[in-house]
């Protein structure tokens, strides 16, 4: 007997559940999912794994949690949604185009710069030896806005007053920083994790408020095996730890949903 998704109960969560361990009894399909910039480094191994283990296919785009939010609204044909955010996923789901709501990261900002000469700390944004700091645009990129709530309560707004230049998402603003545009810029830690090169000042979480990614199942999705199958797998131990080496903390059970 073939046996569907629909026909399968979502297992306990911290584990793969069989269906993604026999992709030989289920009908592979194939989900879109937009992905918020920052977590599409680890996303890339999320879907390999789940791909090469349910069978299913997996597509995404990216950009700004913002952007992707009002793709979403106009009718983009999105399955899930991983954003860099919890509020946009909420109002989705209370829009009624979402079913189910997960906290799949939280996200930690670091201050970087690629220029080894320079030193990286609150101190060195009051220099005036360096032209530009690059944030994420913060009306539409969770860490920009992060990154805005450093700057105030760091007390620097006046200091890099006429200094800060906006990326239109998280990925943007690193390439300000990587190719010179910007001496320094705010960006995520998974963002830098593994490169070298870079000096880094860990924001200290006191500074901002928590960054916590919320995965929203769309309306959508929710007849779609793949996207159910992935939505779970988010919280697995295997996709757990994949998270947690790319540079972010997951939240406690009783604080995923």
């Not at 995404?60 to 999105?78: E, V, W």
């Not at 970087?112 to 609150?122: G, L």
């Not at 190719?179 to 000042?201: D, E, H, L, M, R």
């Amino acid at each position: 007997m073939l046996v569907t998704a629909m026909q399968m109960s979502f297992p306990a969560k911290g584990s793969l559940f069989v269906a993604l361990m026999i992709p030989s009894l289920l009908c592979a399909e194939t989900a879109t999912v937009a992905v918020a910039s920052n977590f599409v480094p680890v996303m890339k191994r999320l879907v390999t794994e789940f791909e090469e283990t349910s069978g299913h296919t997996i597509r995404f785009s990216s950009g700004s949690t913002g952007k992707l939010y009002t793709q979403i609204i106009y009718g983009a044909p999105y399955d899930m949604f991983l954003a860099a955010d919890q509020e946009r996923p909420a109002i989705l789901k209370k829009k009624n185009l979402g079913k189910q709501l997960l906290t799949y990261a939280i996200g930690e900002l670091y201050l970087c710069s690629s220029d080894i000469s320079k030193k990286v700390s609150p101190e060195a944004l009051k220099d005036e030896s360096y032209q530009y700091l690059a944030i994420a645009n913060p009306q539409t990129a969770p860490y920009g806005t992060a990154a805005k709530e450093v700057v105030h309560n760091l007390g620097l707004n006046d200091a890099l007053r006429g200094r800060m230049i906006t990326g239109e998402n998280i990925a943007q603003t690193y390439q300000f920083m990587m190719t010179g545009n910007a001496t320094y810029a705010f960006i995520a830690k998974a963002q830098v994790i593994s490169t070298p090169g870079v000096n880094c000042w860990q924001v200290p979480q006191n500074l901002y408020s928590p960054i916590k990614q919320d995965a929203l199942l769309l309306k959508r999705g929710a007849s779609n095996a793949a996207a159910t199958e992935l939505f779970v797998y988010l919280s697995s131990e295997e996709a757990m730890e994949k998270i947690v080496s790319s540079g972010y903390r997951v939240a406690k059970q009783g604080e995923r949903e």
